[in-house]
């Protein structure tokens, strides 16, 4: 079974300042991918980034990008000229590809992050 | 990106009655929809995966007399929480899936069992 560990329960950020949230995930796959999500206190989940792990280049949406280390299994998610729109939950996510059932997410367990002014 | 919708958003209940919550894709066709409970502060769990026109797929604890899933068109799934009991109150989300490997995630439902 997979696991996504996120060691961060909470972190603040000073606005316009840059933030790295932290994710390790274990898993013996080859093939999969990897989610950021953000859950703000709306609490619809919105999708950040995501990265297909055989792609070697980071993946990046405007000031969002992130570190893929494979060999690691780690992968970071960094938040460049911090608003105040991005307070909200983090939740890290791994999907194993599989074929004749459904991908499933396995989510971590978050990390709470205020922007502060 | 891809609108998933939910209805209702928060619903009060009596302990024993039914309550139903729908799932809809607005702008493309899901193959696969998800269904998630969310405690306070803490992360989503898969309850079940359910396909257009099949039984919907378990997580293990969870009750299916108890969460009837439906998924009957690729734009429609329903969560039916049978007999409801205050343990049964939660945030229930539901997520979306075209073809591809992102899943789109509706606002979410709170759910109140008196």
């Known amino acids: 079974a997979q696991t996504v560990t996120q060691s961060q329960p909470e972190m603040s950020v000073q606005e316009a300042e840059t933030v790295t949230l932290s994710c390790t995930y274990d898993t013996s796959e080859n093939n999969y991918y990897l989610f950021w999500y953000k859950q703000p206190p709306s609490r619809q989940m919105i999708l950040v980034i995501r990265?297909?792990?055989?792609?070697?280049q980071n993946a990046t949406e405007n000031r969002f990008s992130v570190n893929f280390q494979k060999a690691a299994k780690s992968f970071s998610l960094k938040i460049s000229d911090s608003q105040l729109g991005d307070t909200a939950m983090y939740f890290c996510a791994f999907m194993k590809l599989s074929t004749g059932t459904a991908s499933k997410l396995t989510f971590g367990t978050g990390t709470r992050l205020q922007v502060t002014l | 990106g891809a609108v998933v919708s939910q209805h209702p958003s928060r619903v009060i209940c009596k302990s024993g009655t039914s309550v139903k919550i729908e799932c809809r894709s607005l702008?493309?066709?899901?193959?696969?929809m998800f269904w998630y409970r969310q405690f306070p502060k803490q992360s989503l769990m898969l309850m079940a995966t359910s396909n257009e026109g099949s039984k919907a797929t378990y997580e293990q604890g969870v009750e299916k007399d108890k969460f009837l899933i439906n998924h009957a068109s690729l734009t429609l799934s329903t969560l039916t929480v049978t007999s409801a009991h205050p343990e049964d109150s939660s945030f229930y989300i539901c997520?979306?899936?075209?073809?591809?490997?992102?899943?789109?995630f509706g606002p979410g439902t709170r759910l109140t069992v008196l």
């Open positions: 990265q297909e792990a055989y792609k070697q």
């Open positions: 702008d493309f066709q899901a193959t696969t």
């Open positions: 997520s979306a899936r075209e073809g591809g490997y992102t899943q789109y």
